[in-house]
Structure formats: structure tokens, C-alpha cells
């Protein structure tokens, strides 16, 4: 083959020329050259089952029709599943398939992302031929604390039995019984409870799984997605969270090859509900040294407050006067946890080192997980997003950063502690100890965008909401050095400053407030206008 | 052609032409009721069809309970979009999925009866009741309790539809 890549090789699907590289499978292919092609068993990121007869395919010079997902291609291959052979086989299968799948659309929150409602669109025979009874089987069998089965509507794809067996290793789920009467189920005793055991919910082409805490919670059609990172560790998987105007309701892993392929662990999937108004700081809580009343007297000397200025902008006033009356930099500490983006670390850090000449930085690491600690799948010991980016940022601006055990020896002599705390409680299970050294320091300034009850006991912090994750948006680098960027979200709760307006504020600049509450789409002006004649 | 332009567009012609017709209406009316057209509304009240479609009923079951599987359909098609329910789990697994509220508000409904059609299981209907006045302030925000089992239905509205009968049917 001269002038070719040797491990490329060419065929043609459905009349389109590709080339792909060797021991492609032909679904691949289809895949390569974006034609579409019905399947429910062949997963990206498992091994081939073949056992669902849907992604039927004729290849020229065969005379039978035979399965994509387990035929390679060769060179010069002609591939097609456009005639109307294949069209009957489908049909035929998916027929096969729905002889005693129950009528639980309704009821079954799979609906509206299911792959049988999708191919039954296509290849429908919307005339049952059936005249027997549905075999009935086990309804709304509890897993384990996360995911609920319903035998029926399984179509005994395999995806979740190959997931518990290939990527978890965990080798829960398996496929008992025969014929008609083949269920999903559980080894004796076992329950699906491993770190991944959501995925299996995601994979499922079908209702049959079905994930306990978002079960009913939302139609899926209500929802729209948007892309992310989740925090939950250095990982940083690509996720899709999925929300609307009532709040976010969960989260999908987003397939990305050079991170997390096809998969996310289930700790991660509890992001939502820090990004809803219930766990979110809504407003400042003023530690009990400093009245509110502090707050304006120290906002009188600039601008007049407007209306749109709200308590946590004078917060943040109040801070930047406290600030400027310590001379001493080293009696201002700042504490960061590797939970935010590089351009907030950016942003903050060089108004604090440009106005108040500071040039350390006190490094918040959870101590009870090394960073070394990995499980040879997806979850890391370190818990922060973007512990490299904040290693990156200091070491841009040449600040020191300091362990924040530390804090211990040196906590009382601070005037004043800035925090950029830890988000998530679950993942910093050493926060309250960390509070302890806050006692010492005369003041603390606490910005977080999530809730921490064991703050509102200690008397001298000041308590400041920041814009969730998802609202600040920014750049996020992983374990590996991988950059991504996160895109922004219209904001939950208004009224709270990003970053580079604290910034600003802290600064001494004059910032405009936008009163944003779940920007929707600007309705378009009514075009219609009477002309008479 | 420009006085003749000015003429038409006079408004005060027009006023009095129409005053002429109103007033010959009345003088009508006044000597001949039975023509008459209009209702003296609400002393006398035109009797529509048993299958108008007005306020919503929710049907229930053979036992009682709401038939609603919270499938949310209507609430999708409904193009107001004034049919707000939150689902929950059923202690009965056969049931399954249940709505622990449904709410219409009704003053935002257009009665279009795309909610009915979109029920898969005939657990919404639109009901012959036409009149739904009340007064400033009132509770417009029809529940459960009103949909379902307002007096007026007497115990409730039995569905055509049931589960059991289904799946005694092996569907
Ligand atoms: S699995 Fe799909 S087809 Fe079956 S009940 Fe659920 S939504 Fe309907
Ligand atoms: S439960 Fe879902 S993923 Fe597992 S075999 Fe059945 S249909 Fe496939
Ligand atoms: S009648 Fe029409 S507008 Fe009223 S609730 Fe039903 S679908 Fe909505
Ligand atoms: S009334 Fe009918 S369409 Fe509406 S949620 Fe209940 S079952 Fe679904
Ligand atoms: S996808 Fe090929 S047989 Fe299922």
C-alpha cells in the first residue's frame, strides 16, 4: 500500500469512504463516519457482548446480514444497513425486545432518554402480534442503598453485568435463570453498592435501573445540560450537570478520553445539591465582634450605598479597611484550599499582594487522605479540584506557600485570617479540627459558596458567600496537568460577588451590581405589527 | 380624492352610524324579548351540553385513589403551562409512582383540553362545570382535594382505566 499510513485502513459505510485504523469494529466505524446504526448491548468502554441483535448490517459479497459490533472491518469492506432487509431485521429484533417489556413509560424515569422509546420510533412495528400474556416479573427491587431494578423492563443487554465485572472489578450483578424467564439480579446477599455503582444507571439503555435519589425528582425533557468539571477530587472528571429553573437535579459523567472515559464515581454525583439555594451561603453572617453596623460606617466613606449594594459587597469594604490598617503583613494570613479556579487565585492573590504586600499563602490539604492515595480507576486522595493550578498560581506571583498546619504555631499572632474555605464537607473531613486554630486569630473572613454550620459557633468570623463552581466558571487543572475550562451558569441566589468584583471592591474601585436571578432566554420583540392595506 | 379620503376617516360619522344600529337593536329587543338574543346573565343560564368542557376533574380508582401516575404528560403539553405536580414514591410497588401534589392555575388555564388528551390513563378530564367565579383573593390554584373529591363529584370520578384490570389482561 504505497503512500498510505500502514495501520489505516479504508472501507465504506453506507457509501461514505472512511478510513479507520485496524481492528476497527464495523459499529465503530459507523460511529467514524457518522451514520447512524441501532444497538443496546455495545458500550465504548466495555467489551462485546453481541447479544442484543440490533445493530444488524449487510456487508457486499455476504449474503447474510450480520452484527456490528462484533464483525471487524477489513480492507475495502462495503458496509450498509440502509436496506430494507435490515430494516426488517431491526424491527424483528426490536419486536423481540418489547414481547414482555410492561406499559411504564408513565412511571419510568428513563423515559425521554430511553433507547427503546428512541428505536421504537424508527423501527416500530406499532402492530403487536403477540397474543400471550407478559411474563411478569420482580418490580422495584432495592440494590442497594443507590440504585433500584425493575426485572421487566430489563432487555438483558449486559452493559451493567460487564460494568460490575470489566471497569468496577466488583462483580455484583450477574443474569439468572433462562429464556424468558432470565432476570438481572445480585449474587446472594450481595448488594450494588461500589464507589461506581451509579455508572451502571447511566449505561443501562433502558428504565430498568434507576438511581434512588433521582428517581421521580424530574422528567428528563424538563432538563438541560450543561458542562463541568466535578470537584470532588484531582481527577477533575468531565461531567454534565443537569438543571433547570428549579434548581440542579443531578449529575452525568460527560465520556472524555484522556480523563475519566466513560465513567464518574458516585461520591461525585452529590454536586448538585451544593449548587442549590438549600446547602448555598446566602448571605454574610458578620462574625460577633463587628456588628452590621461596622459594616456601613465603614461604607459611608466611599460611595453612598445604592440600593443594588448588598451586605456582602460592604463585607468585603469592611475587610479592605481592616486590611489597610495592619502595616504588618505578616499578621494577615491567608488560607486557600485548592477548590477554586485559577483565574480566581489569580485575581485574588494579586490584589492582597499588590495592596497589602502580602507574600505567603497558608496551603488548606485535607490530612487524612495522602495525595498519593489512588484506587487504579478514578478517585484520588486529593480532594481539591485544582491543587496543581494553585502550586502554579503561587508559584507564578512568587508567593510562598506554607502547610496549613502550620496555622498552629502561628494562628494567634494574625489580626486577620482570610479563608477561601473548603466546599465540601463530606470530601475536608478534617474541617472542624482546622477551626480550632480559627479561635486564635483575632478575626477570620470565611468565603465560601456552601454552608458550614460549625462556623456560625465560633464568634469571631465573618461569613461571605461566594458564586458556586459552576457560577464562577474558570480553569481548572488536574492531577495530570489537564486544563479544563468550566463554562458559566446563570446564578442561583443574586446579589453574590464574584471574584474579580471582590477583587475590585478590594481594590477600591467602584463595581456595578447586576440584579441576576436565573438569566432566562431575552424574549424576542413582538414582530407583528398591523399594516393596514 | 383627498377630501373624498378625509370624509371616510371622519370619526364622528362613523360613531353616529353606529350609535343608529345599537339603537334600533334596543328598540327591538325592548318590544320583541323572545328574539332576542343575549342572556340576562346570571338570572338566566344557557344549558350547555353534559360533555362541555370545563373545570378539571381528576379521576380516581375502583378504591378511592387518585388514578394520576404523575407521568407529568400534561403537564408537558399543557401550553399555559399551568399544571404543576411533584411526584413521589408509592408505599405500594405496584402503583409505584404517585403525585403527592397536583396543582392547575386555573386562572392561567385556556380550557383547551390539550391535558386530557395527553393522559395516558384518563386520569384527567375536563369536567362539565362551567362556572368557577369567586372572589378577590380566593384560592385560583386548584389542588388534589378540589379536583378530585370537591363535593359536586360526590366520592370522586371513577376512572376507565385500572392497573389491576391490565395487568389481569397480561399487558
Ligand atoms: S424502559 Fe423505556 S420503553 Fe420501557 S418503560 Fe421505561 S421509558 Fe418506557
Ligand atoms: S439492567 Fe439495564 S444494563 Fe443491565 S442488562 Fe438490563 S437493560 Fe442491560
Ligand atoms: S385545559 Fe389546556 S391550559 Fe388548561 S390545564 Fe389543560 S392543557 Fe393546560
Ligand atoms: S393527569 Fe394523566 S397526564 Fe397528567 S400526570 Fe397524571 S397520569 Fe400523567
Ligand atoms: S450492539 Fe451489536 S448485538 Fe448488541
Redesign the pocket.
Known amino acids: 500500500m504505497s503512500g498510505k499510513n500502514e495501520d489505516l485502513i479504508s472501507c465504506s459505510v453506507n457509501g461514505k469512504t472512511i478510513s479507520v485504523p485496524k481492528n476497527t469494529s464495523a459499529i465503530k466505524a459507523f460511529k467514524i463516519a457518522e451514520q447512524d446504526i441501532a444497538h443496546y448491548c455495545y458500550h465504548p468502554g466495555l467489551s462485546v457482548a453481541g447479544c442484543c441483535r440490533l445493530c444488524m448490517i449487510e456487508i457486499e459479497g455476504n449474503p447474510r446480514t450480520q452484527i456490528a459490533c462484533n464483525t471487524m472491518v477489513t480492507e475495502g469492506m462495503k458496509i450498509n444497513n440502509q436496506s430494507k432487509q435490515i430494516k426488517e431485521d431491526v424491527q424483528w429484533g426490536l419486536d423481540f425486545h418489547l414481547l414482555n417489556h410492561p406499559l411504564d413509560c408513565p412511571i419510568c424515569d428513563q423515559a425521554g432518554e430511553c433507547g427503546l422509546q428512541d428505536q421504537y420510533m424508527k423501527f416500530g412495528q406499532y402492530k403487536p402480534d403477540m397474543n400471550q400474556k407478559k411474563v411478569k416479573k420482580a418490580k422495584v427491587v432495592s440494590l442497594g442503598e443507590k440504585i433500584v431494578l425493575d426485572s421487566e423492563r430489563c432487555i438483558l443487554c449486559s452493559r451493567c453485568v460487564r460494568f460490575t465485572d470489566e471497569v468496577s472489578k466488583t462483580h455484583e450483578l450477574g443474569i439468572f435463570n433462562r429464556g424468558d424467564k432470565s432476570e438481572v439480579g445480585t449474587f446472594n446477599g450481595k448488594e450494588l453498592n461500589n464507589d461506581y455503582a451509579l455508572n451502571t444507571v447511566d449505561i443501562c439503555p433502558v428504565g430498568a435501573l434507576t438511581s434512588k435519589d433521582f428517581r421521580f425528582k424530574q422528567r428528563v425533557w424538563y432538563l438541560k445540560k450543561a458542562e463541568a468539571i466535578c470537584t470532588g477530587c484531582s481527577t477533575g472528571c468531565s461531567i454534565y450537570l443537569d438543571y433547570n429553573e428549579e434548581g440542579f437535579f443531578r449529575v452525568r459523567p460527560k465520556p472524555n478520553e484522556d480523563n475519566n472515559s466513560y465513567w464518574m464515581c458516585d461520591e461525585g454525583r452529590d454536586l448538585y445539591q451544593h449548587l442549590n439555594k438549600e446547602k448555598r451561603l446566602v448571605k454574610v453572617y458578620p462574625s460577633k465582634k463587628v456588628s452590621t453596623s461596622n459594616f456601613a460606617v465603614s461604607s459611608s466613606s466611599s460611595s453612598s450605598s445604592s440600593s443594588s449594594s448588598s451586605s456582602s459587597k460592604k463585607a468585603i469594604k469592611y475587610l479592605k479597611s481592616e486590611l489597610e490598617n495592619i502595616k504588618d503583613s505578616t499578621k494577615i494570613g491567608v488560607l486557600v484550599t485548592g477548590q477554586y479556579s485559577v483565574e480566581d487565585y489569580k485575581e485574588f492573590f494579586s490584589v492582597l499582594k499588590e495592596k497589602n504586600s502580602i507574600n505567603q499563602i497558608y496551603h488548606w490539604f485535607d490530612q487524612k487522605n495522602s495525595k498519593n492515595d489512588f484506587d487504579d480507576l478514578l478517585i484520588r486522595g486529593d480532594k481539591n479540584p485544582n491543587t496543581k493550578g494553585l502550586l502554579e498560581v503561587a508559584k507564578d506571583m512568587s508567593l510562598k506557600v506554607i502547610d496549613s498546619s502550620e496555622l498552629k504555631n502561628t494562628a494567634s499572632n494574625l489580626e486577620i485570617l482570610i479563608v477561601l474555605g473548603p466546599e465540601y464537607k463530606k470530601f475536608f473531613s478534617t474541617i472542624d479540627e482546622k477551626l480550632e486554630y480559627f479561635k486564635q486569630a483575632l478575626q477570620v473572613f470565611y468565603f465560601s459558596s456552601v454552608k458550614l454550620d460549625s462556623l456560625d459557633s465560633i464568634s469571631n468570623v465573618t461569613q461571605i458567600p461566594l458564586q458556586s463552581l459552576v457560577e464562577r466558571g474558570g480553569t481548572y487543572i488536574n492531577y495530570k496537568g489537564l486544563k479544563q475550562k468550566l463554562s458559566i451558569l446563570p446564578q442561583v441566589i443574586p446579589k453574590i460577588l464574584s471574584f474579580s468584583q471582590i477583587a475590585k471592591v478590594l481594590n477600591g474601585e467602584k463595581i456595578q451590581l447586576e440584579p441576576l436571578f436565573l438569566k432566562t432566554q431575552p424574549v424576542k420583540d413582538n414582530q407583528f405589527s398591523f399594516q393596514k392595506n | 380624492m383627498k377630501v373624498n379620503r378625509n370624509i371616510k376617516t371622519y370619526f364622528l360619522l362613523s360613531t353616529f352610524s353606529g350609535m343608529k344600529f345599537t339603537f334600533f337593536k334596543m328598540l327591538k329587543n325592548l318590544f320583541n324579548k323572545k328574539k332576542m338574543i343575549t342572556l340576562n346573565y346570571p338570572e338566566e343560564k344557557y344549558k350547555y351540553s353534559s360533555r362541555f ?1 370545563g373545570t ?1 376533574v381528576l379521576t380516581v380508582k375502583k378504591d378511592g385513589s387518585l388514578r394520576c401516575t404523575a407521568c407529568m404528560l ?2 408537558t ?7 404543576k405536580i411533584t411526584a413521589d414514591e408509592h408505599k405500594d410497588s405496584s402503583v409505584e409512582k404517585y403525585p403527592i401534589s397536583y396543582e ?3 386562572l ?11 393522559c395516558p390513563v384518563d386520569a ?1 378530564r ?1 369536567g362539565p362545570e362551567w362556572q368557577t367565579p369567586d372572589k378577590n383573593g380566593s384560592k385560583f390554584n386548584y389542588d388534589i382535594r378540589y379536583l378530585a373529591y370537591r363535593p359536586q363529584l360526590k366520592g370522586g370520578v371513577e376512572s376507565s382505566l385500572d392497573d389491576k384490570e391490565r395487568h389481569s389482561w397480561g399487558i
Open positions: 368542557k378539571h400534561c403537564a403539553n399543557c401550553p399555559a403551562q399551568c399544571i392547575i392555575d386555573i392561567r388555564c385556556v380550557y383547551c383540553g390539550f391535558c386530557e388528551e395527553a384527567i375536563m
